[in-house]
């Protein structure tokens, strides 16, 4: 980007967690950037690029706030929001209903850098969701860093079942779905609304990090392998068709070939339809880096392969349950060659989770089908992904 900025832009702005977290840092060490903003500057955003604009400098902020401090971080102006520029595309955009996180895992930096949870204000939330409506935007993805926690803070009590509810009244918005939502969080009023609702989408983004009681333990995590077991029962029962997905930490510390194995076993069982793993990593600051019996990289990786190559059969599996079904299917791109069409079914989550490759119904591809809804009746798979043609 430095690079960049020689020949096409005037100026260099960095941002975000990392900025907020080794401010002073950073301004030592890169000095091509022209202007570092902390997220607890984030209200004040529009004053300081303005000042680099004016003054073609912008001297560095005094930090007031400790660098491992828990309180919250002021919200920014609700009108930011509703004024804020979409770059996901022309049909789904994303609805922050909070900032921060008060969870407190003991491996995770985040409440250090972005302060405990924080809800937005119903009202606010509500007329964004009109706002992206009225644009055009048919698919609107909630989130926070634990969007079971939305509205404890304010209310007393969790509101995502009803501030969901509330977002599937307005007009024009076709799928509603949510992710980062904790297991303990999950209610039987969120699992009714989601059952009863059909603008929102079947699917649970379930991250659990792990199976084990002493790790969770040893995680700080507020569940257990029982509640999660159950957890995952309830919800196929009431929802047979619910996508399930979730996240794993394979080697964290004092993880042992038991305990590991005895994820294996629950992954096996539990059949997810979507799983993502990540190898333990220190993260500066944490409880966890500082803990005794931290495994080896070789390990860690090796664990990871074993987890992702049992996870990859299952998913394979359950994407050949598919074949000769057809799914309503969004197309958002063309293929790098031009062969095929790239579609998304209401199941998968942009960027992250698999996608759809369409075999175009006539002689070449063409971008008339972009940002349209289409069904796809799918006819083979390929690890991740799904192939099918459209049909009427």
């Known amino acids: 980007m430095a690079e960049y900025k020689k020949h096409k832009c005037k100026y260099l702005i960095a941002m975000g967690c990392l900025v907020q977290r080794y401010y002073n840092d950073l301004i030592k060490l890169l000095p091509e950037v022209d202007l570092f903003i902390r997220i607890d500057e984030y209200t004040n955003?529009?004053?300081?690029?303005?000042?680099?604009?004016?003054?073609?400098?912008?001297?560095?902020?005094?930090l007031t706030r400790k660098a491992n401090s828990l309180k919250p971080i002021p919200m920014v102006d609700p009108e930011s929001f509703l004024e804020r520029v979409v770059?996901?595309?022309?049909?789904?955009?994303?609805?922050?209903?909070?900032?921060?996180?008060?969870?407190?895992?003991?491996?995770?930096?985040?409440?250090?850098?972005?302060?405990?949870?924080?809800?937005?204000?119903?009202?606010?939330?509500?007329?964004?969701?009109?706002?992206?409506?009225?644009?055009?935007?048919?698919?609107?993805?909630?989130?926070?860093?634990?969007?079971t926690k939305y509205g404890v803070?304010?209310?007393?009590?969790?509101?995502?079942?009803e501030i969901l509810h509330k977002i599937s009244e307005i007009k024009g918005i076709k799928w509603i779905r949510f992710l980062y939502s904790y297991p303990e969080g999950i209610t039987n009023e969120l699992i009714q609304e989601v059952k009863n609702n059909p603008k929102i989408i079947k699917y649970f983004d379930i991250p659990i990090q792990h199976i084990s009681n002493d790790l969770l333990k040893r995680m700080n995590r507020k569940t257990s392998k029982e509640n999660i077991e159950k957890l995952i029962k309830n919800i196929r029962k009431d929802i047979p068709d619910a996508i399930l997905r979730t996240s794993i930490i394979v080697g964290f510390p004092g993880e042992t070939k038991e305990q590991f194995e005895e994820l294996l076993e629950f992954i096996e069982t539990a059949k997810f339809d979507k799983l993502g793993a990540f190898t333990y990593s220190k993260e500066e600051g944490t409880p966890a880096a500082k803990m005794p019996n931290q495994i080896h990289g070789n390990t860690k990786k090796s664990r990871y392969n074993k987890l992702m190559e049992k996870q990859q059969k299952i998913s394979k599996?359950?994407?050949?349950?598919?074949?000769?079904?057809?799914?309503?299917?969004?197309?958002?791109?063309?293929?790098f060659d031009g062969k095929y069409l790239i579609g998304?079914?209401?199941?998968?989550?942009?960027?992250?989770?698999?996608?759809?490759?369409?075999?175009?119904?006539?002689?070449?591809?063409?971008?008339?089908?972009?940002n349209?809804?289409?069904k796809c009746k799918i006819e083979n798979v390929n690890n991740y992904d799904l192939i099918g043609k459209i049909v009427k």
């Open 317 to 335: 599996q359950k994407l050949e349950d598919k074949i000769g079904k057809t799914i309503e299917t969004l197309i958002e791109d063309v293929s």
């Open 87 to 147: 770059t996901t595309g022309k049909k789904y955009a994303y609805l922050k209903i909070g900032e921060g996180c008060s969870n407190n895992c003991t491996y995770c930096a985040i409440p250090y850098i972005r302060g405990a949870f924080i809800s937005r204000p119903m009202d606010d939330i509500i007329k964004e969701a009109q706002i992206l409506a009225k644009q055009g935007y048919e698919e609107i993805i909630v989130i926070a860093q634990d969007t």
């Open 372 to 374: 349209t809804f289409v």
């Open 153 to 161: 803070d304010l209310y007393g009590k969790t509101k995502l079942a």
């Open 45 to 62: 955003f529009w004053n300081k690029v303005e000042q680099l604009i004016k003054e073609k400098e912008v001297k560095p902020s005094k």
């Open 344 to 370: 998304r079914t209401k199941n998968d989550v942009p960027e992250i989770d698999g996608i759809v490759y369409i075999k175009a119904p006539f002689e070449g591809v063409t971008n008339d089908y972009i």
